[in-house]
């Protein structure tokens, strides 16, 4: 189960995420979470409009499936989905 101290450690795919802070400002948008690399998220933001988003600089709010918002600093999550699952983090 996801919940707001585990998130890191979880998919984000299928997540809803709104960005709150980008170095381009018409990067700010909400929508779901359709794919993820080590350095950008792909979000699905109106019907099959796709915009990818680089997590480096960025500030994400992801919605948990609770209903609780989660900010988190884009910069911690530029590793590999696939490393960041395995990976400890200090204090998030």
């Given amino acids: 189960m996801i ?3 585990n998130l890191v450690h979880h998919e984000f795919i ?3 995420v709104s ?10 948008l909400k ?9 950008t998220i ?3 933001v ?15 709010v992801f919605e948990l499936p609770t209903g ?9 999550l530029s590793i590999r989905p696939e490393d960041r699952i395995k990976k400890r983090f200090k204090k998030i």
């Fill in 68 to 76: 609780e918002k989660v900010e988190i600093n884009g910069n911690i």
């Fill in 42 to 44: 792909k979000i699905e």
């Fill in 46 to 60: 109106d019907d099959n409009v796709e915009k990818i988003i680089p997590k480096k600089g960025s500030i994400f």
């Fill in 31 to 39: 929508g779901t979470v359709i794919d993820e690399t080590k350095n």
């Fill in 3 to 5: 919940t707001v101290n």
């Fill in 19 to 28: 960005v709150t802070s980008v170095s381009n400002e018409s990067l700010r």
């Fill in 14 to 16: 299928g997540l809803s």
